[in-house]
């Protein structure tokens, strides 16, 4: 329904999107996360028309739009300042869109209060946008949106201006208002937590290119490199070199006496040849059992009590790795105790490292 193919921007010697090519489904939540500076906002507004790209191709509902003005284009952008007209009513800030477009008066007035209806603001029609709360103003600015009903939904970081508890909630309804719509929607974020909890797919982008595209859940356990392990939790990045393959398994040896057993995931593995491994903090268990990833004797450096979980640095041989486990209750360790600790080979991520 989308595709953007090696699309790239620069803004005099800033390179801000860099050869950036993917696809968007019909009707699917997709968004765009990274570090603020990647160029999400960028790409964004070169699928919106804001601008133009210096390059690639870009194609909507099987069209393509690189020469359409951004009128043409049958999307609607909502920005994180929400932008409403403060000297228009509610009504008539989303009436607006339907007027440029010459809507008969009583479909107008119609498709405007179904669209505040969807948005639980029906109540609110006649007030000024400075009469409203944040909340309020961005619900507003949402119907804005989906009034016209554009093909393609684009929100730069919505939600950023809205306190903790209120930017949860408006989560929770943009996902549902997309889903009742089925409204193909692209999502700018540089919020983790938000990204996982409304897409159906998303694409990591650092420095202005693309990282990986997948599920929350591919990111998480599946990241194509270092940069994106690290981006989307906490994890315990080591480097080392094969020492051997055994069977399906590749066994990685990280100096200090850390020999890690990875699955070898079909990959060309040689020893010697130089690897990055990748272990979750909760995949690491703290006892004696027999562990087919590794098993090692640990000294607890550090030892945080988060009620329900507990954050451990243990040192490996003076390699540090950091642990989150349910709490041990009575077993509770203190620093400089000696705990065995392991992890499941599935659990453990191994790529050749091409020295990102
Ligand atoms: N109009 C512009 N003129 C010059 N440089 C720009 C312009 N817009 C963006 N840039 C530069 O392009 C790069 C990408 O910017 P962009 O706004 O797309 O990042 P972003 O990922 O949206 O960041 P944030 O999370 O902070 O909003 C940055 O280095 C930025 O300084
Ligand atoms: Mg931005």
């Given at each position: 329904m989308l595709t953007l193919e090696g699309i790239s921007k620069s803004f005099g010697s800033v390179a801000a999107v860099k050869d950036v090519s993917?696809?968007?489904?019909?009707?699917?939540f997709f968004s765009l996360l990274g570090p603020s500076g990647c160029g999400k906002t960028t790409l964004l507004r070169i699928i919106a028309g804001i601008y133009e790209s210096d390059s690639g191709s870009i194609h909507l509902n099987g069209q393509s739009i690189n020469q359409k003005p951004m009128r043409a284009r049958d999307t609607a952008l909502v920005f994180q300042n929400y932008a409403l007209f403060p000297h228009l009513t509610v009504f008539d800030n989303v009436a607006f869109g339907l007027k440029m477009r010459r809507v008969s008066k009583p479909e107008l007035a119609q498709r405007v209060?179904?669209?505040?209806?969807?948005?639980?603001?029906?109540?609110?029609?006649?007030?000024?946008?400075?009469?409203l709360s944040g909340g309020q103003q961005q619900r507003v600015a949402l119907a804005r949106?989906?009034?016209?009903?554009?093909?393609?939904?684009?929100?730069?970081?919505?939600?950023?201006?809205?306190?903790?508890?209120?930017?949860?909630?408006?989560?929770?309804?943009?996902?549902?208002?997309?889903?009742?719509?089925?409204?193909?929607?692209?999502?700018?974020?540089?919020?983790?937590?938000?990204?996982?909890?409304?897409?159906?797919?998303?694409?990591?982008?650092?420095?202005?290119?693309?990282?990986?595209?997948?599920?929350?859940?591919?990111l998480y356990d599946a990241p194509a490199s270092q940069f994106v392990a690290a981006f989307v939790g906490h994890v315990n990045l080591l480097t080392g070199k094969v020492a051997r393959v055994e069977g399906s398994n590749v066994i990685i040896d990280c100096g200090n006496g850390l020999a890690v057993s990875a699955p070898a995931?079909?990959?060309?593995?040689?020893?010697?040849?130089?690897?990055?491994?990748?272990?979750?903090?909760?995949?690491i268990r703290i006892g004696d059992a027999s562990?087919?990833?590794?098993?090692?004797?640990?000294k607890v450096a550090e030892i945080t009590y988060l009620g329900s979980r507990v954050d451990l640095a243990l040192a490996v041989n003076g390699v540090l790795i950091r642990a989150d486990v349910p709490n041990l209750g009575q077993f509770m360790p203190k620093p400089g105790d000696m705990v065995r600790i392991g992890w499941s080979r599935d659990d453990v991520i191994a790529k050749p490292d091409g020295g990102e």
């Amino acid at each position: 329904m989308l595709t953007l193919e090696g699309i790239s921007k620069s803004f005099g010697s800033v390179a801000a999107v860099k050869d950036v090519s993917f696809s968007v489904a019909k009707g699917e939540f997709f968004s765009l996360l990274g570090p603020s500076g990647c160029g999400k906002t960028t790409l964004l507004r070169i699928i919106a028309g804001i601008y133009e790209s210096d390059s690639g191709s870009i194609h909507l509902n099987g069209q393509s739009i690189n020469q359409k003005p951004m009128r043409a284009r049958d999307t609607a952008l909502v920005f994180q300042n929400y932008a409403l007209f403060p000297h228009l009513t509610v009504f008539d800030n989303v009436a607006f869109g339907l007027k440029m477009r010459r809507v008969s008066k009583p479909e107008l007035a119609q498709r405007v209060t179904e669209a505040l209806e969807l948005v639980r603001m029906a109540q609110f029609a006649k007030r000024l946008p400075g009469e409203l709360s944040g909340g309020q103003q961005q619900r507003v600015a949402l119907a804005r949106a989906v009034v016209v009903r554009p093909s393609l939904l684009l929100l730069d970081e919505p939600l950023s201006n809205l306190d903790a508890k209120l930017r949860d909630e408006m989560r929770g309804e943009i996902r549902s208002l997309q889903q009742r719509l089925g409204i193909t929607t692209i999502l700018v974020t540089h919020d983790l937590q938000e990204a996982f909890a409304v897409s159906d797919r998303i694409a990591v982008l650092r420095q202005g290119s693309l990282q990986q595209v997948g599920t929350a859940n591919q990111l998480y356990d599946a990241p194509a490199s270092q940069f994106v392990a690290a981006f989307v939790g906490h994890v315990n990045l080591l480097t080392g070199k094969v020492a051997r393959v055994e069977g399906s398994n590749v066994i990685i040896d990280c100096g200090n006496g850390l020999a890690v057993s990875a699955p070898a995931d079909g990959l060309a593995w040689h020893a010697g040849t130089k690897a990055w491994v990748s272990l979750r903090p909760e995949r690491i268990r703290i006892g004696d059992a027999s562990f087919d990833g590794g098993s090692f004797d640990a000294k607890v450096a550090e030892i945080t009590y988060l009620g329900s979980r507990v954050d451990l640095a243990l040192a490996v041989n003076g390699v540090l790795i950091r642990a989150d486990v349910p709490n041990l209750g009575q077993f509770m360790p203190k620093p400089g105790d000696m705990v065995r600790i392991g992890w499941s080979r599935d659990d453990v991520i191994a790529k050749p490292d091409g020295g990102e």
